[in-house]
């Protein structure tokens, strides 16, 4: 067995943590912040024009980390993008000396696609995007390692955020991969635009038609119930007939989507045959003092009191999970609907039946009701049950 002195060892182990912390040292810089919050490195080495467009221009360059630089001028140690949700690292194609492509996941839509901007390699070796704001200042170009300063953001507060970064260049196959992976023009984005500006709409007939405004190129319009109602379009312009009373509607293109839920009172598309749920009450009462009574006398607490649904004994199943009461249409005697979403099948008094309805009751005076519909929605938008409701004051 082979001995080992304790001195020699402790000495080599010094040695190598002493040339780690130099190697780390040599990594990582210390950089300042001008007046404007603009970071940058005070020495970088000044690479000319001529030696920028020889080893950065006509190259790719993809990511291998980020660093942020925090307000001391301090490199942070860990990875800038690790854990970090919503946002990704860029890829850049410095396709001429004024044309520059960035390959980027835009997490709001989400989609992977390429902003094309003019850009300028100017002093400090600076590169700077449509005349506006500098988006590196590159430090160093080493065979096929690309280190810079980028600017990655703005803070809510509005601090901008730099990073020191290091890029990879990529070899020709890299690069046309990238482009195949990132295929979308990010600059001729357009917003998924419809005529219909809110989540409900409520109809009196069995037709509604609407217009697409504005789409990322060709669009569907599909119902999520397809037996709910059929859809037609022509051009830009869309027509539904209702075959069920309710529907809900989704428009979408490559990029985006829409969805909107389509309500009609007409009593023709009422559902049959699906009485499975009983609210709490069908009939209330209304007394002199303003107070709601149910059919026992009792006088409910107008603030806390709720109408809930419950299952009639027969259906208990799995039949329940598909038609879950989900949202509430009240449509009053007029045809006027109000939506609701239930929770876990129940609704508050005082929002089914606002302090201002039953003034307008009992000034109506006795004998007068208010009657409603209640027409039960599962959780596909889908009016699957209607019960009656009516108060009267007394």
């Known amino acids: 067995m082979k001995n080992f002195s304790l001195r020699g060892l402790s000495g080599a182990l010094l040695l190598l943590v002493t040339h780690a912390s130099c190697s780390n040292d040599d990594d990582f810089l210390t950089f300042k912040f001008n007046e404007n919050g603009e970071c940058y490195y005070p020495s970088a080495s000044v690479i000319s024009a001529e030696r920028f467009e020889e080893t950065v221009v006509g190259y790719g360059w993809k990511h291998v980390s980020t660093h942020e630089i925090g307000q001391d001028g301090e490199c942070m140690k860990e990875e800038y993008y690790a854990g970090l ?214 006088v409910l607490n107008y603030k806390s009191a709720r109408m809930e649904t419950k299952a009639r004994k027969e259906y208990y199943g799995s039949i329940l999970s598909h038609y879950n009461p989900s949202g509430l249409a009240v449509v009053d005697t007029g045809k006027q609907v109000r939506f609701f979403r239930l929770n876990r099948g129940e609704i508050y008094l005082n929002e089914l039946l606002p302090q201002t309805v039953l003034d307008e009751l009992a000034e109506a005076g006795k004998g007068h009701t208010i009657e409603y519909k209640l027409e039960l929605v599962n959780a596909a938008g889908v009016v699957f049950q209607v019960l009656p409701f009516k108060v009267v004051y007394k």
């Open 85 to 298: 949700d919503g946002a990704s690292p860029s890829y850049y194609y410095f396709e001429s000396a004024a044309s520059l492509k960035t390959y980027m996941h835009v997490d709001a839509y989400p989609v992977n696609g390429f902003r094309t901007s003019a850009y300028k390699y100017i002093d400090a070796n600076r590169v700077v995007v449509n005349n506006q704001h500098m988006i590196l200042q590159i430090l160093s170009v080493d065979k096929d390692l690309l280190k810079a300063v980028e600017y990655l953001g703005v803070r809510a507060g509005g601090t901008k955020i730099y990073g020191y970064v290091t890029y990879k260049r990529m070899a020709e196959q890299e690069l046309a991969e990238c482009q195949k992976s990132y295929p979308v023009d990010l600059s001729d984005l357009k917003d998924l635009a419809i005529s219909v500006t809110g989540e409900s709409v409520f109809v009196n007939g069995k037709a509604f038609e609407f217009d697409v405004l504005e789409s990322n190129g060709a669009y569907i319009v599909k119902a999520l119930n397809e037996e709910t109602c059929s859809i037609t379009c022509n051009d830009n312009h869309v027509n539904v007939k209702l075959l069920k009373s309710s529907a809900t509607i989704t428009v979408s293109d490559i990029l985006k989507h829409r969805r909107f839920w389509l309500f009609s009172t007409d009593e023709e598309l009422e559902p049959t045959g699906t009485d499975i749920y009983d609210f709490t009450y069908t009939e209330l009462t209304l007394n002199e003092n303003k107070e709601l009574v149910a059919p026992d006398g009792y």
